[in-house]
């Protein structure tokens, strides 16, 4: 009798423990719509819009999004999902134009999968559908509480990571097949130097990876440099425009970057060439 006491007052510690964290987790993610709008409506007052940005965007996907430029020094981009890009001001010190819409394209791509509101979703889905698991298992096994509780945290924590990375790399996709991929790459090193991110990644980086909502910059700058496939972009583009410019990302300079890619002398040399090929073209298209 005490004992069957013993484990009915256990079951209710248990579903109550994780209502409670349930609970939380609806809180966080009502509070983070209402924090995210007041936040977003701050910043409009606080940036200022860049046409010259937008215009290009427009040119490259005939649809209107709007830039707004952060005056900070830092080099980051985000999105709330609504057709706004908000930059940090230093990735317009740091970076040329093309890298700029390479960032903006990764952008656009969140907004177009509504990546934002996916992520804001999984939250309380997560946790709820997890909590029903862990009160199952503890009815199965009642001696494993402590051991399903900690890797209760442990999985809620890898989905939400793993959800995120899947999104970063489809964004980062999204840019590469439209013709950035050099470009995002070069982006991506820009950042890697500017906070001395180191090439290789540590153990403990390894260790942790699975955690990390962005996957390593040094694997993101290689997946940039390695991929090729364009061509059924460059049928579905909406423009001339933006399939010449997808046609002249991908005229082979990619296949001479994969060969080299570890001569860091010469891979720069042929950045900078492309480069400079690269703003020639844009121009005289931009002519037409
Ligand atoms: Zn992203």
Known sequence: MLDKKKKFLQEIDVVSFFSVFVLYRLFLFCSSIVLSLIYANQLRKTSTRDKKIEKNLKMLLKEDYKVWVIPSTDMNAFTFGTKEIFLFHG?????????????????????????????????????????????????????????????????????????????????????????????????????????????????????????????????????ALKKKEVLKDIVTSKSIYSATIVLLHHSGLTLIYDKYMKDNSFKNKIMSLAEKIQQKLNLKIRGF
Not at 144 to 151: D, K, N, P, R, S
Request: aromatic content about 16%.
């Open 91 to 223: 990735i317009k010190q740091k970076m040329n134009m093309n890298e700029i819409i390479a960032i903006c394209l990764h952008e656009i791509s969140h907004i177009k999968k509504y990546h934002p509101l996916k992520t804001t979703l999984a939250d309380p889905i997560f946790a709820i559908l997890y909590a029903t698991i862990e009160v199952a298992l503890d009815l199965i096994f009642p001696n494993l509480l402590y051991f399903f509780v900690v890797a209760y945290f442990i999985v809620f924590k890898i989905s939400k990571a793993q959800l995120s990375q899947k999104f970063e790399w489809d964004s980062d996709d999204f840019a590469i097949k439209m013709g950035y991929g050099n470009y995002l790459a070069s982006a991506f090193m820009k950042i890697q130097k500017q906070y001395k991110i180191p090439e290789k990644m540590t153990f403990y980086e390894k260790m942790i990876e699975f955690f990390q909502s962005h996957p390593h910059i040094t694997k993101r700058i290689k997946h």
